[in-house]
């Protein structure tokens, strides 16, 4: 009888070791080592390329590129258009795709309601979380029936493989992969050669029977797919699931797409009768309101390929305690942190005695630096207590030494400033070349140093 082997892996990056480690080799964690019962080896198999017939039975392994046949065409597209957006334009038969999310952000919600929604092809859901009685629940809540939807409540990828057979479906979803678990190994399930392991199975089985899978999996606090980092590369698409829980909008964002461009990006609202597809997102986060605020400045930026309008709101008070306080949600800190800095010094603004709280409305998260020029607007409004006119927004990236640097996709940027009924956006001058101004009906002002825009606002 061969020895079971152990191994100790890293629940946070998956780093396999033969022995403890306190800290991680890999990814500089503390004490994130945990021994794994790891698969028995097959004696014999390994090292032997002469009699090695690659363990599958195959006989042919080498092909000519040019006699594949590709199903590209065969995309299947879903009544969901920003998932198949995001997913490059449907789904490809045979994909394995990970959705990665924080708990409660609505993974489960999501992929319920398109399955519901998929008339036209055989789906099984197979929950590892929740009860057949929860999902029918929440089947009920979404509003749709759809009698081409099979559930199987099981964790045994042994049982779930027996039922596919049986079932013969044209989709399946998990949820979530760390539900599962394969009596191959040993270990508890959720630990990383579980999840491993269990991907790896349906990897298999996706590519063999052309049939697309979506896995769920959650996220940790730091955002890594939980433990299984080491998910990423075994499948094609990786999808992240996110926004703040407190608020309506969440973002679906392809982090690596095997079959499409990875900036592309899906918005959807949460409502009483789950998700909605959100197809003017700039209308919604701008708040309408009538009396000027001051704080308040608008920003042209870039999700993905969308150009999205997004309202940064600042506030800049004396300090009480000794040292400032400075705050930011939905935006860098320590960007925040340098652009109060640029101010300091190149505008001779005393920010080293106020408290400053950013937040961009709405719950999202906006990592386009594009977005510089309408916080440092925003810091400006506040500091002076004086608002910035109506219909005005901001396209630029701020430099450390205050120059306002060219930002990608400028004409998207008006044009959709534009069309959102926006007279005036300040630009980067260095951007004004090589695009034709007489195109839009807005008034496009270029500026080149923070102290322009400044004399230009105030
Ligand atoms: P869920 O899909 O269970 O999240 P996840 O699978 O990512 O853990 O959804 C979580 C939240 O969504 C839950 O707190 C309730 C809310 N929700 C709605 O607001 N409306 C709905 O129609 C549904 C089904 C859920
Ligand atoms: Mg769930």
């Given amino acids: 009888m061969s020895k079971i082997r152990t191994a100790f892996f890293c629940q946070q990056c998956g780093y396999e070791s033969a022995k403890w480690n306190g800290k991680c080799p890999s990814c500089g964690q503390w004490n994130t080592f945990v021994e794994e019962r790891v698969q028995k080896d097959i004696p014999g198999k390994q090292h032997d390329w002469k009699n090695n017939d690659g363990g599958n039975g195959r006989t042919q392994k080498i092909v000519n590129l040019s006699e594949v046949v590709t199903n590209e065409e065969k995309r299947l ?8 957006r995001v997913l490059g334009g449907g789904i490809v038969a045979g994909s394995l795709v990970l959705v990665g999310g924080e708990p409660g952000i609505g993974k489960s919600t999501l992929f319920l309601q398109n399955a519901l929604q998929l008339k036209q092809i055989k789906t099984l859901y197979i929950s590892g979380e929740e009860s057949e009685q929860q999902i029918k629940m929440r089947a009920d809540r979404i509003k749709n029936t759809n009698d081409q939807f099979y559930l199987l409540t099981e964790t045994s990828t ?3 493989f027996a039922e596919i057979k049986k079932l013969q479906p044209q989709l399946v979803i998990v949820d979530s992969i760390q539900t599962l678990h394969t009596p191959l190994i040993e270990s508890a399930p959720g630990s990383v050669s579980q999840i491993r392991e269990t991907t790896a199975e349906l990897q298999r089985f996706a590519k063999e029977s052309n049939t697309p899978v979506f896995l769920i999996g959650h996220i940790t606090k730091d955002g890594s797919i939980a433990g299984p980092k080491v998910l990423e590369h075994m499948v094609d698409t ?4 996110e926004g703040d829980q407190h608020y309506a909008y969440r973002i679906l964002r392809t982090i690596k797409n095997r079959f499409g461009s990875t900036a592309e990006l899906g918005i959807y609202e949460m409502t009483g009768t789950g998700l909605r597809q959100v197809t003017n997102p700039s209308e919604i986060l701008i708040s309408q309101r009538d009396d000027l605020l001051s704080g308040v400045a608008i920003a042209a930026t870039m999700e993905g390929l969308r150009p999205l309008l997004v309202e940064v709101q600042a506030l800049v008070t004396q300090s009480v305690y000794g040292t400032p306080q400075r705050t930011a949600t939905g935006f860098d800190l320590r960007r925040l942190q340098l652009l109060l800095a640029v101010l300091e010094k190149r505008g001779g603004f005393h920010f080293g005695v106020k408290d400053v709280f950013l937040n961009i409305a709405g719950g999202i998260r906006v990592e386009d630096p594009a977005i510089d020029l309408a916080v440092l607007c925003a810091l400006l409004s506040s500091y002076e207590d004086n608002a910035i006119a109506n219909k005005i927004c901001f396209a630029g990236e701020v430099g450390l030494s205050g120059e306002i640097r060219a930002v990608n996709r400028i004409e998207q940027r008006i044009a959709e400033a534009e069309k959102l009924g926006f007279h005036k956006i300040f630009i980067s001058r260095y951007n004004k070349k090589g695009i034709d101004l007489s195109k839009f009906n807005i ?9 322009e825009v400044y004399q230009q606002l105030f």
């Fill in 77 to 84: 597209l879903t009544p969901d258009n920003e998932l198949n």
């Fill in 158 to 160: 042994q049982t779930i």
């Fill in 238 to 241: 990786v999808l992240q699931f």
């Fill in 443 to 451: 008034e496009v002002v270029p500026v080149g140093r923070v102290e």
